[in-house]
């Protein structure tokens, strides 16, 4: 799916530490991220994000200064505070930890000083990592994020995909707030949004009932592996958890390529957004990258015409 990502034109492709999940392989991040990256060429890999309570800064700086050695210029560091997980996982995770106070912009102030060239003196020092200019992205789904983006002056990536609600005010904040940094002279923000594309928008309702029954799992708490799409959703939900789940919805893209083209243009329009990334979960592999194939026409025909 990487290297159809990279052939397609997409230039990132990202993983979310999740723990405790059946239906998602990317609890071991960085060793995931270094198989991507090796097995592609020019396309950026990287974390979307590591959820940076979870783990010792140093650790962090370690393995990505590692990373972007190995694979110099295409690597990025996207950082949350959620768990990543349920509680009862979380309290395993961060075993004696669990209880004690995190503060995330410490942490990521912390990250900084070990990337950067002036920590050679230091007494703790990453090695690799030292000196690398490793993008930084602030990841939520809150405006509690946004300010932390703002006034670290790093760029911001919302999880408007499953967390729509607060995503325009979470970008105005950001946008309002923002301090230019030594990393980013002005606000540049990122939306995660959901897309599921095929060659008819009735193929594509039907490749969407796949999402439908995984957010329908998220919400009632059973989480699987992504299932093959249905004709009817209304024989295995109710009027109440389709409600639910649609709120979840809002930044959903489903259909042909005539039909997203418009629905994108408004989104890019409305919104200002710098850059869109894309999740897009549909049972076959190959409708996938089609679905794929057919959203980076899209782009490339909005593109053309602004």
Request: charged letters at 20%.
């Amino acid at each position: 799916m990487a290297r159809s990502a990279e052939r397609l034109g997409y230039t990132r492709y990202w993983f979310a530490e999740h723990h405790n999940m059946p239906g998602v392989a990317s609890s071991a991040t960085s060793i995931l991220i270094g198989h991507i990256a090796g097995g592609t060429s020019t396309i950026r890999v990287g974390a979307g994000g590591i959820m940076l309570p979870n783990h010792a800064p140093l650790i962090v700086a370690e393995q990505f200064g590692t990373l972007a050695s190995l694979y110099p210029g295409r690597i990025d560091l996207g950082l949350g505070r959620a768990p990543g997980t349920d509680q009862l996982t979380a309290r395993a995770i961060r075993g004696r930890n669990f209880d004690a106070e995190h503060n995330f912009v410490a942490d990521i102030e912390m990250l900084q000083t070990l990337f950067s060239a002036d920590n050679s003196s230091s007494k703790v020092r990453a090695i690799p990592g030292e000196g690398l200019d490793i993008p930084i992205w602030i990841l939520g789904s809150s405006t509690d994020s946004a300010i932390v983006a703002a006034k670290l002056g790093l760029p911001y990536a919302f999880a408007s995909h499953f967390a729509p609600a607060q995503f325009l005010s979470a970008l105005r904040i950001y946008r309002e707030r923002f301090v230019p940094s030594a990393h980013l002279k002005k606000p540049y923000a990122l939306a995660c949004v959901n897309v599921v594309a095929a060659d008819t928008d009735e193929e594509a309702k039907f490749l969407f009932s796949s999402l439908l029954q995984l957010f329908k799992g998220i919400i009632t708490g059973k989480r699987e592996q992504l299932k093959p799409p249905v004709a009817d959703m209304e024989e295995i939900w109710s009027p109440e958890l389709n409600a639910a789940v649609q709120q979840m919805l809002t930044y959903s893209f489903v259909g042909s390529a005539n039909r997203l083209t418009g629905e994108i243009k408004a989104f890019i329009e409305q919104t200002g957004i710098d850059e869109i990334m894309v999740t897009s979960h549909i049972y076959d592999q190959d409708l996938k990258v089609n679905s794929y194939k057919i959203f980076s026409e899209v782009m490339n025909s909005v593109n053309g015409n602004a």
